[in-house]
């Protein structure tokens, strides 16, 4: 059975133009909050948590895990990038046994429509492509959402197909190494 090597992790914080992606810290915990109890952004992803019941279970300090990056603005939280291996047990899959690594991007709704996901994006894939050359890597994102496909097609990701999951029709895209 193949599956998506292992990440070197940490890495080393990442800088773009903008932009910092790096490991959780204590002062992240509120902006984590916010972003998966917003309804904004739970529009978008099968709904908002409810939000005592996610402050209860999320850690009084945010430990990092193996590709979660945090992308900081100015010494904030803005939104997270991810670079999980993909569920097998989800829809979408490049090998049958899946495993993929799959990219991922959350911003709190007063960064949306800025360029920051395709910056940090970018930022993780490159970063990505070295840590773990010749891996493809996947995407999905439901289809009503138009900003987040743009992003995708703008980060080179190319359809695959297209599956109902959470409630919703979902885009699924690979990204081919260059």
Same mark, same amino acid.
Do not use: C, K
């Given at each position: 059975?193949?599956?998506?090597?292992?990440?070197?992790?940490?890495? !080393? =914080?990442?800088?773009?133009?903008?932009? /910092?992606?790096?490991?959780?810290? +204590?002062?992240?915990?509120?902006?984590?909050? &916010?972003?998966?109890?917003?309804?904004?952004?739970?529009?978008?992803?099968?709904?908002?948590?409810?939000?005592?019941?996610?402050?209860?279970?999320?850690?009084?300090?945010?430990?990092?895990? =193996?590709?979660? /990056?945090?992308?900081?603005?100015?010494?904030?939280?803005?939104?997270?990038?991810?670079?999980? =291996?993909?569920?097998?047990?989800?829809?979408?899959?490049?090998?049958? &046994?899946?495993?993929?690594?799959?990219?991922?991007?959350?911003? /709190?709704?007063?960064?949306?429509?800025?360029?920051? !996901?395709?910056?940090?994006?970018?930022? !993780?894939?490159?970063?990505?492509?070295? *840590?773990?050359?010749?891996? +493809?890597?996947?995407?999905?994102?439901?289809?009503?959402?138009?900003?987040?496909?743009?992003?995708?097609?703008?980060?080179?990701?190319?359809?695959?197909?297209?599956?109902?999951?959470?409630? *919703?029709?979902?885009?699924?895209?690979?990204?081919? =190494?260059?």
């Amino acid at each position: 059975m193949t599956e998506a090597p292992p990440l070197p992790w940490p890495p !080393a =914080p990442i800088r773009t133009a903008r932009l /910092l992606l790096r490991e959780p810290l +204590p002062g992240d915990r509120p902006a984590i909050v &916010e972003l998966f109890t917003s309804p904004e952004v739970g529009t978008h992803i099968g709904g908002a948590r409810p939000r005592e019941e996610f402050e209860r279970t999320l850690p009084d300090v945010p430990r990092g895990r =193996p590709g979660l /990056l945090v992308v900081d603005l100015d010494g904030a939280m803005i939104g997270l990038v991810t670079l999980d =291996p993909r569920d097998r047990e989800r829809p979408g899959h490049l090998r049958p &046994e899946g495993g993929e690594r799959e990219l991922g991007y959350l911003f /709190l709704p007063h960064a949306w429509g800025r360029g920051y !996901a395709t910056e940090a994006a970018t930022a !993780a894939l490159d970063w990505l492509a070295t *840590a773990l050359p010749g891996e +493809p890597v996947v995407l999905s994102t439901r289809t009503a959402n138009t900003p987040s496909l743009r992003v995708a097609r703008r980060l080179g990701f190319t359809e695959v197909e297209r599956f109902h999951e959470y409630g *919703a029709e979902q885009w699924f895209g690979v990204r081919h =190494p260059h």
